[in-house]
């Protein structure tokens, strides 16, 4: 910090005839700083540095304002920096006191040539106390550690005062924390025009010779600043504002200190969650068969997260184990990097990230992520299997890439088969209220799911069938295509063979392949959309007789 050695107390120690033409040097000196001050502003740090492939970055004047404004909050202030958002930084700034009585004048930001550092100002009771202030590093896109490389850091005003108005000795020391999570010390940056020298013994940055020029304050001058860079990745910095001890008192006293770089590879980052896509209904509530979507008492009306292929945890949906997603080209859906497990350290269950450094993409740029699982839980997807994910060199985060799925009794699509016994007539008026009676337990009187008593059937007679298609989603089933085998004697358990009898309800329905009147095999529809939450129904009738010819 600045404070003017008065000549006064020179005077009282040192001869005036002896050190006057030193004292009137000094003078000039200090009128000419005075006068030039413009040429003793900061200088870049020369370790502010980046290879090839990485990204370089410093702080903004706004972000030196918007950490001093969370200080001690303990939330993360996100970093605009100057990277054109190629490095995902955020930092939380706390401090620290070795002694409750620490006077703490001052921790604001000043400017100085249009540029901004932090200003910290103490009164420290003894001078082994301190103030430490630490940056903690975190991806902004992960909400995990970053480990920034170069990392350089700039303080100033670190200078000395010896008089009875004002006694200190700066003494400034820059910690990081590397990937080992060990704690290791910045390497000394020589600035031109510096004063400040780096102590091996002491691990830390300051001025030792008393006819160093006191530092004017808040004006970063280069002859007080003291500049370092951490020749390993870090996480987090600690600047420890503190004193030489060589001096037995430390009264009022001040430094800045500035970020003035750091190195990061740019990533691309791709994640998402595989998720219960079941829109909140509890898995004992689910069932395969349940094709009512509108009375009130169903688990399935008024769903409308159900089967969406979205991603909904106010649902409530959860995320699920068990599914790996894997970076592929789209083209061909080939692995093109490492498959991510959907587990991350803390993460919630069935979150997954991808991280790709931007070197390893060369020139694939058509990225797919594909979705897959072993197993049989939660076989059913309500979203494709692969989702392009609309990449651009320029954008480096990927996120809600979602994949769901549903169990088995979750489905989406359920088909019910009602039938009805008659007399084979010409002509038959399949949606007829009379016969399609809801409830309805006799397949004599009409359409009724109840199943038929075989000794009061004789062959002859027909059976009609309604299979009603009913798409419980809140997606549309596209391709929709429905089939239904005849019986044929000596398949399986039948004992009568079945075949197609007049008449056709719909014709336009049944596709071109589907079994021909009078002949066993199998009923098939044109493909189909069945929109979502609606239903379709087929009819068709069949004659129940022994052997493929009875008429």
């Given at each position: 910090m600045h404070k003017a050695k008065k000549?006064?107390?020179i005077l009282n120690v040192?001869?005036?005839?002896?050190?006057?033409?030193?004292i009137l040097s000094s003078l000039g000196f200090i009128l000419f700083s005075f006068m030039n001050t413009s040429s003793f502003a900061l200088v870049p740090n020369p370790g502010a540095v980046c290879s090839t492939n990485f990204s370089q970055g410093s702080l903004t004047n706004a972000d030196y304002t918007n950490l001093v404004s969370a200080v001690n909050t303990n939330n993360y202030v996100s970093i605009a920096g100057n990277a054109s958002g190629s490095i995902p930084l955020q930092i939380k700034m706390t401090t620290t006191e070795s002694n409750t009585s620490t006077v703490r004048s001052n921790f604001g930001v000043i400017t100085a040539s249009g540029v901004n550092a932090i200003n910290v100002r103490r009164t420290f009771p003894t001078t082994s106390d301190f103030t430490d202030i630490t940056l903690d590093f975190r991806n902004s896109t992960t909400a995990q550690p970053i480990y920034l490389t170069n990392v350089a850091l700039s303080a100033f005003d670190i200078d000395y005062a010896n008089s009875n108005g004002n006694t200190f000795d700066d003494f400034i020391q820059i910690t990081g924390v590397n990937e080992s999570g060990a704690t290791i010390v910045g390497a000394f940056q020589s600035v031109t025009g510096s004063n400040i020298v780096f102590s091996q013994n002491l691990q830390g940055l300051f001025t030792r010779t008393a006819n160093d020029p006191n530092c004017p304050a808040k004006d970063l001058g280069t002859q007080c600043q003291g500049s370092v860079q951490f020749s390993q990745p870090v996480s987090s910095v600690k600047v420890r504002y503190t004193n030489t001890g060589f001096l037995s008192t430390a009264t009022n006293q001040e430094i800045d200190f500035r970020v003035d770089n750091y190195c990061y590879v740019p990533q691309y980052i791709f994640s998402g969650t595989v998720?219960?896509?079941?829109?909140?209904?509890?898995t004992a509530s689910a069932n395969k068969d349940n094709a009512d979507i509108t009375s009130a008492n169903s688990v399935y009306t008024n769903k409308p997260n159900y089967f969406n292929g979205k991603y909904d945890p106010t649902a409530p949906e959860t995320g699920i184990t068990g599914s790996t997603v894997r970076l592929a080209n789209c083209n061909t859906l080939s692995t093109t990097y490492t498959t991510q497990s959907v587990i991350r350290s803390g993460a919630p269950t069935g979150e997954y990230?991808?991280?790709?450094?931007?070197?390893?993409?060369?020139?694939?740029?058509?990225?797919?992520?594909?979705?897959?699982?072993?197993?049989?839980?939660?076989?059913?997807?309500?979203?494709?299997?692969?989702?392009?994910?609309?990449?651009?060199?320029?954008?480096?985060?990927?996120?809600?890439?979602?994949?769901?799925?549903?169990?088995?009794?979750?489905?989406?699509?359920?088909?019910?088969?009602?039938?009805?016994?008659?007399?084979?007539?010409?002509?038959?008026?399949?949606?007829?209220?009379?016969?399609?009676?809801?409830?309805?337990?006799?397949?004599?009187?009409?359409?009724?799911?109840?199943?038929?008593?075989?000794?009061?059937l004789v062959p002859g007679?027909?059976?009609?069938?309604?299979?009603?298609?009913?798409?419980?989603?809140?997606?549309?089933?596209?391709?929709?295509?429905?089939?239904?085998?005849?019986?044929?004697?000596?398949?399986?358990?039948?004992?009568?063979?079945?075949v197609l009898a007049s008449p056709i309800a719909n014709t336009t329905d049944y596709a071109t392949d589907s079994v021909a009147i009078g002949q066993n095999g199998l009923v098939k529809t044109n493909s189909f959309t069945l929109n979502q939450r609606s239903n379709r129904d087929f009819y068709f009738n069949t004659k129940y007789g022994t052997t493929v010819n009875t008429q």
């Open positions: 000549i006064l107390n040192l001869s005036f005839n002896k050190y006057r033409s030193q998720f219960d896509d079941n829109g909140g209904i509890p990230q991808i991280s790709i450094p931007r070197t390893t993409l060369g020139s694939n740029t058509n990225l797919c992520l594909v979705e897959s699982r072993t197993g049989t839980t939660y076989p059913i997807r309500t979203s494709s299997e692969s989702r392009n994910v609309g990449f651009s060199a320029t954008i480096y985060n990927y996120p809600n890439n979602d994949f769901g799925r549903v169990i088995p009794a979750n489905a989406a699509l359920v088909l019910r088969k009602a039938q009805y016994v008659n007399n084979c007539p010409p002509t038959l008026n399949y949606s007829a209220s009379n016969i399609n009676t809801s409830g309805n337990t006799d397949p004599r009187t009409g359409f009724s799911e109840s199943g038929i008593n075989g000794s009061n007679q027909c059976i009609a069938y309604r299979i009603t298609a009913t798409n419980r989603a809140n997606s549309p089933i596209t391709n929709f295509v429905m089939q239904d085998k005849l019986q044929l004697r000596g398949d399986g358990d039948a004992l009568v063979t079945s």
